[in-house]
């Protein structure tokens, strides 16, 4: 699947985010040694969800079916269709213990938690190089 749209960076905490034509919203925040990602899916069952961590990027993917049939009935309109959506969020580099996220989804809430590694120094984050 293509991952299409806009990204922006945000400069203040080091995340990237894809705003796509086709996602859903979801809320970030950061406490103590984690971020919690928030997610609103009401009606997508638990196991049409798919949430990925990969090259620092968390990727929530969703897959909707609610067709009816209509056995023989006159159908006036049809609103009920597939449909996917997918929703990236891309974090500071090795800033995730990507060992240590959990997800939890109740009631059409789906809450994410990544952890932070253990002793993660932003200020010491970067890579010296040397100029021949």
Same mark, same amino acid.
């Given at each position: 699947?293509? $991952? *299409?749209?806009?990204?922006?960076?945000?400069?203040?905490?080091?995340?990237?985010?894809?705003?796509?034509?086709?996602?859903?919203? !979801?809320?970030?925040?950061?406490?103590?040694?984690?971020? @919690?990602?928030?997610?609103?899916?009401?009606? @997508?069952?638990?196991? +049409? !969800?798919?949430?990925?961590?990969?090259?620092?990027?968390? *990727?929530?993917?969703?897959?909707?079916?609610?067709? =009816?049939?209509?056995?023989?009935?006159? =159908?006036?309109? +049809?609103?009920?269709? /597939?449909?996917?959506?997918? /929703?990236?969020? /891309?974090?500071? /580099?090795?800033?995730?213990?990507?060992?240590?996220?959990?997800?939890?989804?109740?009631?059409?809430? $789906? =809450? !994410? *938690? $990544? &952890?932070?590694? +253990?002793?993660?120094?932003? +200020?010491? &984050?970067?890579?010296? @190089?040397?100029?021949?």
């Amino acid at each position: 699947m293509a $991952l *299409t749209g806009l990204s922006s960076y945000d400069f203040w905490n080091g995340i990237t985010h894809d705003n796509m034509h086709n996602s859903f919203n !979801i809320d970030m925040i950061e406490i103590d040694n984690a971020f @919690v990602i928030s997610a609103f899916l009401p009606g @997508v069952p638990k196991e +049409k !969800i798919s949430i990925v961590f990969e090259n620092d990027t968390l *990727t929530i993917a969703t897959t909707y079916d609610n067709i =009816v049939k209509n056995d023989n009935k006159k =159908v006036h309109f +049809k609103e009920c269709i /597939r449909s996917s959506s997918t /929703r990236s969020v /891309r974090m500071e /580099r090795g800033k995730v213990d990507k060992e240590n996220i959990s997800a939890e989804y109740n009631n059409g809430e $789906l =809450v !994410i *938690t $990544l &952890n932070f590694v +253990k002793d993660y120094d932003m +200020k010491n &984050n970067n890579v010296n @190089v040397n100029i021949n």
